[in-house]
């Protein structure tokens, strides 16, 4: 069964300083993994996701994400957090050869001036 | 604007009501999914989609009925809801295989059950 973890309900950070938001999956076979921001009111947008090949991927907003297949993990970074950053984050797996994408529970980011 | 879109916005309806949410995409995707978003459960899986046909069925109870007429078009029939129900649901679509299957999601309907 296609499982995420998100360990924590809340990363505070201040402005300027890096941010990391946690994620551990698992899943049958190769995993595809993504990450989704949420703002207030707002349905989920997509920010960077891995697929194959390099495992340090690039997406939106000057967020990266690592993927760690020995520890199953997908862990969200920024060098320099805004305090427009302020969001719900959530992790999300899906196996290759299915359709069915899971979510983690979310982590709220927050960032203070 | 990320191409998939929710009616209405905000729904309100008595337990006895039914009512029915859409969504459409023209993204050129052909898996459509239902999920549902309240504050003890983030983010549950309803219904997939794929190709026109139902994949997955997440136990959901059956006042909930999805259907999907074609691949652009997504619907969620409601029938005696609960309080309970109460949340924002978001249809989202993506591309059924292959490395181009991120999730696009719509700006869901919040639904108040009274």
């Known amino acids: 069964a296609q499982s995420v973890a998100q360990p924590e309900d809340q990363v505070n950070v201040a402005e300027g300083n890096p941010l990391t938001v946690k994620c551990t999956y698992s899943v049958s076979g190769n995993p595809y993994l993504f990450w989704y921001v949420q703002y207030p009111n707002r349905g989920l947008q997509f920010l960077l996701k891995y697929i194959t090949g390099d495992n340090l991927v690039k997406g939106s907003y000057g967020f990266e994400a690592e993927f760690n297949k020995s520890q199953t993990s997908f862990h969200l970074k920024k060098p320099s957090a805004l305090v427009s950053d302020s969001a719900l984050y959530f992790c999300a797996v899906r196996s290759y050869n299915t359709d069915k994408l899971i979510f983690g529970t979310g982590t709220r980011l927050q960032v203070f001036p | 604007e990320t191409g998939v879109t929710q009616t209405p916005r905000h729904l309100v309806m008595g337990m006895t009501n039914k009512k029915s949410l859409k969504c459409e995409q023209h993204?050129?995707?052909?898996?459509m999914y239902w999920y549902k978003q309240s504050a003890k459960k983030p983010l549950e899986l309803m219904f997939v989609y794929s190709l026109e046909e139902r994949v997955e069925n997440n136990s959901v109870p059956s006042r909930f009925s999805p259907e999907c007429p074609n691949s652009s078009h997504l619907f969620l029939h409601l029938h005696t809801l609960q309080p309970e129900d109460s949340a924002l649901y978001l249809c989202?679509?993506?591309?059924?295989?292959?490395?181009?299957?991120?999730?696009?999601f719509g700006q869901g309907t919040r639904l108040t059950v009274v």
């Open positions: 989202a679509s993506s591309q059924h295989r292959g490395e181009n299957t991120e999730a696009f």
């Open positions: 993204l050129g995707h052909n898996a």
